[in-house]
């Protein structure tokens, strides 16, 4: 879980409220930048790989390792996201996003609102370039491009270029204001100053953006620093991959193998899909290839060939014949295909790393639209008078239980670490004929900021639901009052088709215009691990308030002994108002200082957290 200072509070709610005013939205439903990158909240940069004393040329720099950080044999800071994500119709699979977050993935700090700050900066080691002349025609290129699947820079924010003199000064050379998404461009920086061509020559890209607005999103791709060249030397003699390979099914990106079994055939894509791109001016017959394996147990599942023309500056599809599906596992479990795509460069001195991509299909305990990765939030504006819905449709094609389910939540302001919800599972909606069932809910749920690996929080249900095979619909209700609207969800952006997404504000379900895939999954089979949510729902079962609601005096009332621990009353905005030590199963708190309303009281023992609610009158 991770925790913001003051001031980044401050700032990420004049973000809320600036957004709120500048129409990233469709009626109820609205787009917010995350706020927080949890992909690198806890990332680690590699240290097996020395570091150069001083880079030589050629330069050459695509994006293309596996890391959410910028190589440490080429790059000395670690501020920018490297991803396969972020951007839309890149050079080649694999980009620097340049936003407004650091490099834990929060916001930087600021003092002044609606002040340009200097952000994420990309800074490369030292580069030897005391042996070269002008008259070697050195030249810098690079492609940026605005916005990509984030939030568009403002016209003031802008994405600046600079180099390091020999005297150990940084000066500006290049300069693009904000912009909205637009296909990537290339600039062309020459190095013909003397001032430059010494022995510690380092290259540094900024971006400035303007706090409490939006992320403030640039994608930097495919650098190269040579000699011998020219400002028409724009051509880029590569073929690549692109964006990720697409799922092997053709509506979910995961479901569980046994769902799966139902109906192979139904399930599977037409074809394996992925997508390529021929860089240089002129067509090109290209040969490509993939194999296929189930990583554990190994079992290979097949290959393939075949050879196409490629357009010049065009990433295109690439389709291959789906493998036969008698090759795969016969027995139920938790499986992993592994799809590697690969071509033959027909470039000397091309990149060989983006020849190559490799595409994860699992199957496991869960449905998913989603591939994990999260662009954007998404949440709606709920009315004070009325709860809202949000849900997300999905089937079943074999008889199951369903446990729970999964939710990554984006970061917000007020914390949505007090904002209520109710777990809810339907059979059916009143839209398009159907009539409201609800099969399942469960209340008095908060979100939480996971730092586990995926970034999902899981919520067990406390009364597994067995269901028969057929559609159904989970989600969270959000109660009115206004006390919990307005909860943000990951939205992942590369999602294309259905979204399978509706909602419902006050009275009438709609159904969502806004593209992209909500993290929001169902858990289905076996008995869910023990999670920490779990152990605070018995604590839950177990505190309780004393008399609630109350004027003066409250007992916190602990019917599991003795536990040591804190406790904090907060008021619905999340700013704490009291707290204290819990020594003893009851604990009287003086609450006369409190002004009349809704509290939340957050007990912390060692046996967990509970969070229960107090009504002060």
Not at 144 to 158: E, R, T, V
Not at 332 to 338: C, K, L, Q, T, V
Request: charged share 20%.
């Amino acid at each position: 879980m991770f925790l913001f200072s003051r001031t980044t509070v401050l700032f990420l709610l004049i973000c809320n409220l600036i957004l709120f005013r500048t129409g990233l939205v469709r009626a109820q439903e609205y787009l917010m930048p995350l706020g927080y990158n949890a992909d690198i909240g806890n990332a680690v940069r590699s240290s097996s790989a020395a570091r150069p004393a001083a880079l030589t040329l050629p330069f050459f720099e695509d994006f293309t390792d596996d890391h959410v950080y910028p190589s440490a044999t080429r790059w000395s800071d670690i501020y920018v996201y490297v991803n396969n994500t972020m951007g839309v119709n890149m050079i080649s699979r694999g980009v620097a996003t340049f936003d407004a977050l650091n490099e834990k993935g929060i916001p930087y700090d600021t003092l002044v609102p609606y002040s340009q700050v200097y952000a994420d900066s990309l800074t490369s080691l030292p580069i030897d370039l005391s042996t070269y002349t002008p008259s070697d025609s050195l030249y810098l290129s690079f492609f940026y491009q605005p916005q990509g699947n984030g939030f568009a820079p403002k016209a003031a924010d802008s994405f600046m270029l600079y180099l390091a003199r020999s005297s150990g000064v940084w000066e500006q050379v290049w300069a693009v204001a904000g912009d909205t998404l637009q296909g990537f461009r290339q600039a062309m920086i020459p190095i013909r100053d003397t001032v430059y061509l010494h022995n510690n020559f380092r290259m540094r890209w900024i971006n400035k953006a303007t706090k409490g607005v939006s992320d403030s999103h640039w994608n930097l791709d495919y650098i190269r620093l040579d000699k011998d060249r020219n400002y028409q030397d724009t051509a880029v003699r590569d073929i690549a991959f692109t964006d990720q390979p697409a799922s092997i099914l053709n509506d979910f990106y995961a479901m569980p193998y046994r769902h799966f079994r139902t109906d192979p055939a139904g399930f599977l894509s037409a074809n394996l899909q992925t997508a390529f791109r021929n860089n240089n001016n002129s067509n090109q017959s290209v040969p490509l290839g993939y194999t296929a394996k189930v990583v554990a147990p190994e079992k290979d599942l097949g290959t393939g060939n075949i050879s196409i023309t490629l357009t010049p500056y065009t990433a295109q599809p690439l389709t291959f014949p789906m493998y036969n599906a008698s090759a795969f596992p016969t027995t139920e479990g938790s499986y992993i295909f592994e799809n590697k795509f690969y071509c033959n460069s027909i470039y000397a001195g091309e990149s060989k790393v983006n020849d190559t991509i490799v595409h994860r299909q699992v199957f496991d305990n869960y449905f998913a639209y989603d591939d994990g990765s999260a662009e954007k939030a998404y949440y709606l504006q709920l009315q004070t008078s009325a709860p809202g819905a949000l849900v997300v449709e999905y089937a079943l094609y074999a008889p199951d239980t369903l446990r729970g389910m999964s939710i990554r939540f984006g970061a917000q302001v007020p914390s949505g670490l007090q904002k209520e919800f109710v777990a809810v599972v339907y059979r059916d909606i009143a839209i398009n004929g159907g009539t409201d069932r609800i099969l399942y809910e469960e209340d008095f749920l908060f979100p939480r900021y996971e730092d586990t690996v995926n970034k999902f929080s899981t919520y067990t249900f406390n009364k597994p639901l067995y269901m028969d095979p057929g559609v159904f619909y989970i989600g969270i209700i959000q109660p009115a009052g206004g006390t919990s609207d307005s909860i943000y969800i990951g939205l992942d952006m590369n999602r294309k088709g259905a979204n399978h997404r509706y909602f419902k504000i006050e009275n009438n379900w709609e159904e969502s215009q806004l593209p992209g895939a909500l993290l929001l999954r169902p858990l289905v089979g076996a008995e869910l691990p023990v999670h920490v949510a779990d152990h605070q729902r018995a604590l839950n079962d177990a505190c309780r308030i004393i008399p609630n609601p109350s004027r003066d005096k409250v007992i916190i009332d602990l019917s599991t002994g003795s536990p040591e621990g804190r406790y904090t009353i907060s008021d619905i905005q999340g700013r704490a108002h009291l707290q204290g030590a819990v020594h003893n199963s009851r604990t009287s708190v003086d609450i006369q200082s409190l002004p009349d309303g809704i509290y939340l009281v957050r007990v912390h023992t060692a046996e967990g957290t509970a969070v229960v609610k107090l009504l002060k009158q």
